[in-house]
């Protein structure tokens, strides 16, 4: 089966680098599907789950908070803003980030401040998502 080059980067160093058959995640228009040979593409990536199903069968996870992720034929190289494998996930801090996001938007600050609140929410939402997704594919 044909494979294609994956490389998952973020700003702490590389998270994944090997041949897969198939990667999923979260465009900036919706879920995106990508196999060897595929258009290329550049477009913003948000918050979730890079799904990579590696050359031997085997799945790999990541969580992005946010990124670029650049498709050529038989390449896929996603920028992530801040990436976490799978298996380092913490569903307390996670939910952590949830409830000190959520009360940041509750005490009304600047716009820019209510921006960046929103942001963490959105991060932490996807974060928690991710986990059970995971959880569920165990």
């Known amino acids: 089966m044909a494979t294609i080059k994956v490389d998952v980067v973020s700003a702490e160093g590389e998270i994944f680098s090997g041949q897969a058959r198939f990667v999923s995640l979260p465009g900036e228009a919706g879920e995106l599907g990508i ?9 913003r990536i948000r918050p979730g789950a890079v799904r990579i199903e590696a050359e031997g069968g085997q799945e790999e996870f990541v969580f992005v908070a946010g990124g670029i992720l650049d498709v050529q034929p038989t390449s896929v190289t996603v920028l992530a803003d801040t990436a976490i494998r799978g298996k380092d ?3 307390a801090k ?3 980030a949830r409830r000190a996001a959520e ?4 005490n009304n600050g600047s716009e820019l401040q209510y921006a960046a609140a929103q942001a963490e929410l959105a991060a932490a939402v996807a974060q928690l998502t991710a986990i059970q997704q995971l959880r569920r594919r165990k």
Not at 103 to 106: F, K, N, V, Y
Request: avoid cysteine; glycine fraction near 6%.
């Open 103 to 106: 009360e940041a938007l509750a």
């Open 89 to 91: 996930l913490d569903e």
């Open 94 to 96: 996670a939910e952590e």
């Open 35 to 43: 196999l060897p040979g595929h258009t290329p593409l550049i477009t």
